[in-house]
């Protein structure tokens, strides 16, 4: 056995037949939410079922492997590229909601079924703080996954984004960055993955904060700098917590990401 404060955590998601192994098992040790039924009934013919141990034949085995490849592309697409017209916070500019379903993940005549997949190939939870933040109370989620430019953002560039004045946020505002594969904090030596309004970050005059992102930190700004990985993609979340009346009204905006010459 392992020593406890000897084992790596890692939050990157198994993929391949890993992926089908780790379902099967969670679908074996936790109990089956209504919602979930017809999902579990389609795992049945892929050798997936309750009760049973995971021992796919040679045909399963090739329709797993098969379909691992081609459900994450379809779940990265629902996630990255979101199609949904309400997803797009600001006609100009590139940030999206990243939670466009309910806690319940029901909608009056079906279930959610794509913003479940786009939220939960990123995330792990959800709760009503989440999906229905009231003014002081929650929490809220803008994704960026290109720059101003409509560009993938791509590690072995620089980048920048002001945060202008008076961010509303009763208590904080947060930009953390992710890699695109592994969907979890992006891993570099210097072991940052984000900024947040409580750190002593270097201010304009007029109160606004410029952050940027690149594999070096620019000279003199390292106090408001993530470290990025050369060729990784990455993709943020701008949080605010216990939002003010500024987010609802959206009278307070949030710039693009802009990459730097």
Avoid: C
Wanted: hydrophobic letters at 35%; aromatic letters at 12%; zero cysteines.
């Amino acid at each position: 056995m392992i020593p406890a404060e000897e084992k790596r955590w890692t939050g990157w998601p198994e993929n391949g037949m890993e992926y089908w192994s780790l379902l099967a098992k969670m679908l074996n040790e936790e109990p089956v939410h209504e919602r979930d039924r017809m999902m579990v009934a389609m795992l049945k013919p892929l050798g997936i079922e309750k009760g049973k141990k995971f021992e796919p034949d040679a045909r399963q085995r090739k329709i797993l492997e098969q379909g691992a490849v081609v459900g994450e592309a379809m779940s990265r697409a629902q996630s990255y590229a979101k199609r949904q017209k309400e997803a797009r916070i600001w006609p100009d500019r590139q940030w999206k909601e990243a939670v466009l379903l309910e806690a319940s993940q029901e909608t009056e005549h079906h279930t959610a079924l794509d913003e479940r997949t786009g939220w939960f190939y990123e995330a792990v939870t959800l709760t009503e703080g989440m999906t229905k933040p009231r003014v002081g109370v929650g929490q809220t989620y803008w994704g960026v996954q290109k720059d101003k430019d409509g560009q993938w953002l791509q590690g072995g560039n620089n980048y920048t984004l002001r945060v202008p004045a008076n961010a509303p946020a009763k208590q904080f505002w947060a930009m953390t960055l992710y890699d695109v594969e592994t969907r979890s904090f992006i891993e570099t030596k210097q072991d940052i993955a984000g900024l947040d309004s409580r750190k002593d970050l270097v201010k304009n005059e007029d109160g606004s904060v410029d952050l940027y992102f690149g594999p070096e930190a620019p000279k003199g700004k390292e106090k408001n700098w993530i470290p990025t990985v050369p060729g990784r993609g990455w993709f943020a979340y701008f949080r605010l917590y216990a939002p003010t009346e500024a987010y609802f009204d959206r009278s307070w905006q949030l710039p693009d990401v802009v990459r730097m010459n």
